[in-house]
């Protein structure tokens, strides 16, 4: 066999064990608490438990459960975990009802294992609701599973793969179920979001506030997909505009946990970098005894995440303004407001070569905007691509500008005010912001496309 020959084959394998990774798919691993005891139930039938040793147990309608190191106590007989419990009806915890089977183990506690498609019609329902756009429904469904897919690679070291709250992504249980989220689910079985021959991390949030955030100014990580994207579509939401009162005390007090050092009472809060949309990334603390300057989206989480809704402040005085915050002009939606593909005019090769020079950074995100919403111009953006393959020389610039304007958030007495925009960490979707897209005419595909730029949906076997 020549040495090419073999070379191909190798590489062909290759391609095939990396695609495995992200084809591989089995129960998803919800843990719902990790208390020492807790009430089961069941809508109808018995509990049915299997122990460790394969033993089947019959529970009853409900049952306590104590977990004490390696063993769980049920009505006063003692089995070595892990043991499973399932029934004919839906499992019952804290008031809501699950599918699958209960699983109690001595390092998760006690998890809800399910079929990855019946766990997601418990998270869309609780994430965004019914009453959203389908094709931002198809949206959020493919980028919550993709999620969920790509945590369970990390189970061997948490014993499970997702948590129910917002912290991973809310999960509510059968109970939460409606026929419109439920399709949502069915019609995108099995697509996930891929760049290059993995999964995608497809964090997302509630409200960017007019520009998404990069993934290295909030977490200091890199991924390519993740980063700032303006908004296509105006819209407005229910934490649109904000703000919430923090008194010095408290913040004295972040702060010292956060660095470790005491700078006294806090005489100034400085915003003293922005990303090109204007989301706070650095907030330098000046106290009585000394400053400090640190990552906004940490102090953001240390103090009060849920009433300090976003780093994305909008100072409420002097003559500052915020840049790049509104809809771009020049964009448009699709000329297909009833959903239908208008083409692009690219072959399969075309189009795949331009998700690969997309992966390699060859084009600007503005240029990334102008494909999505001017499929016709795709073709020619295609031919440029090939151009900068070859030319090593033409620049570029996907680097955003960090800017240096240190305003100050407001004082009131003793109190610190924050006013801001938007809900979230503000990477990678903004459901607000799918919604309005949804609803002048983007695919969920095109959604995807422009909140993960790079990244393609392909559909795998579950």
Known sequence: MGSYRRFTIILFTLILISRAKIIEARDIYVKLSGASKFSIGITEGSLVMTDNEGRVNNLGD????????????????????????????????????????????????????????????????????????????????????????????????????????????????????????????????????????????????????????????????????????????????????????????????????????DIGTIREIQVSEVDEGGRAIRMTFIGAKGSKTIRASQFRVALDPKTLKSTMFTPSGGSYNVQNTSTPSGLVAPQNPQGKSSGNGLSFEEEQGIAKMTAEGLFTTTELIDMLTNQAKQKNYYNIGLGRRGNKNIPVQNQKPRNKYGYSIEKSGNDFVFYGRGWGHGVGLCQYGAMAMAEQGYKAEDILAHYYPGTIVRKIKL
């Open 62 to 261: 409900s049952a306590t459960v104590s977990v004490s190191g390696a063993y769980a106590n049920i009505s006063g007989h003692s089995f070595m975990l892990p043991i499973r419990i399932t029934g004919n009806g839906f499992l019952k915890f804290n008031g809501r009802t699950y599918r699958g089977a209960f699983l109690v183990t001595a390092k998760g506690g006690l998890l809800n294992v399910l079929n990855v498609e019946n766990y997601l019609c418990g998270v869309l329902p609780a994430e965004v609701g019914a009453s959203w756009h389908m094709e931002a429904l198809r949206a959020q469904a493919i980028s919550a599973r993709t999620y969920v897919l790509k945590q369970s690679m990390k189970r061997a070291e948490k014993g499970y793969d997702v948590v129910d709250t917002d912290a991973d992504q809310v999960y509510r249980g059968a109970g939460v179920e409606t026929a419109k989220t439920n399709q949502a689910v069915s019609s995108t079985a099995g697509e996930v979001l891929t760049y290059g021959n993995e999964l995608a991390m497809t964090y997302f949030h509630s409200d960017s506030g007019g520009h998404t955030a990069d993934i290295a100014d909030v977490w200091g990580q890199s991924h390519p997909y993740l980063i700032g994207v303006p908004e296509v579509v105006s819209y407005k939401s229910p934490v649109s505009v904000w703000n919430a009162k923090f008194s010095n005390s408290r913040i004295q007090s972040v702060i010292k946990k956060v660095t470790g050092s």
